[in-house]
T-cell receptor, first 116, second 113 residues
Framework: KAGVTQTPRYLIKTRGQQVTLSCSPI?????VSWYQQTPGQGLQFLFE???????NKGNFPGRFSGRQFSNSRSEMNVSTLELGDSALYLC???????????????FGQGTRLTVV | QKEVEQNSGPLSVPEGAIASLNCTYS??????FFWYRQYSGKSPELIMF????GDKEDGRFTAQLNKASQYVSLLIRDSQPSDSATYLC?????????????FGPGTSLSVIP
């Protein structure tokens, strides 16, 4: 069974540009979460999508947005890039069964974004 | 107070010793607790999860949960140099109606040969 696939793996952008990252979850997983990881802040929750709806959102500015498609694939967009947006962006998928149990998240390899 | 807290370390243990990693959380309604291992430059991988109070053992790993104290720990017996990594504690947050997994900052473990 294929794992979580994130593309691209590496990206270099300049300040002010925008970027779109893609995540394909494990087949059958309907929940996709996005995280930003930096050495100083650790793993910070961005948002979570389930059945094309954003269910949870972390404390990030509106420049960070996302969406989920009917096949559960998700994209994350960052507009007006800032130097501080340089980070590893991780996507995780889970079954998210009802009853709030068994929500193990499986991570993709991440997209390393560098803003110059 | 942060939702999930861990000692950042680094925690250094000699090879063969027991490594003890601790995590506390603030949401009393949390029901699911996870330990992830992350090697440098890699993405986190799930090593254990626990839902009920008490201990759960899997090979050299034991997760311990105490909901009354809002505390979860991970013990690694017979530590190996290959266990050197950052260990992330994750808790599902019940403040919303849906699952939301919150990660702690991670504890860096170094196993010295």
């Amino acid at each position: 069974k294929a794992g979580v696939t994130q593309t691209p793996r590496y990206l270099i952008k300049t300040r002010g540009q925008q970027v779109t990252l893609s995540c394909s979850p494990i087949s059958g997983h309907r929940s996709v979460s996005w995280y930003q990881q930096t050495p100083g802040q650790g793993l910070q929750f961005l948002f979570e999508y389930f059945s094309e709806t954003q269910r949870n959102k972390g404390n990030f500015p509106g420049r960070f947005s996302g969406r989920q498609f009917s096949n559960s694939r998700s994209e994350m967009n960052v507009s007006t890039l800032e130097l501080g947006d340089s980070a590893l962006y991780l996507c995780a998928s889970s079954l998210a069964r009802t009853g709030r149990m068994n929500t193990e998240a499986f991570f993709g390899q991440g997209t390393r974004l560098t803003v110059v | 107070q942060k939702e999930v807290e861990q000692n950042s370390g680094p925690l250094s243990v000699p090879e063969g010793a027991i490594a003890s990693l601790n995590c506390t959380y603030s949401d009393r309604g949390s029901q699911s607790f996870f330990w992830y291992r992350q090697y440098s430059g890699k993405s986190p991988e799930l090593i254990m999860f626990i839902y009920s109070n008490g201990d759960k053992e899997d090979g050299r790993f034991t997760a311990q949960l105490n909901k009354a104290s809002q505390y979860v720990s991970l013990l690694i017996r017979d530590s190996q140099p290959s266990d050197s990594a950052t260990y992330l504690c994750a808790v599902n947050n019940m403040k919303t109606s849906y699952d939301k997994v919150i990660f702690g900052p991670g504890t860096s473990l170094s196993v010295i040969p």
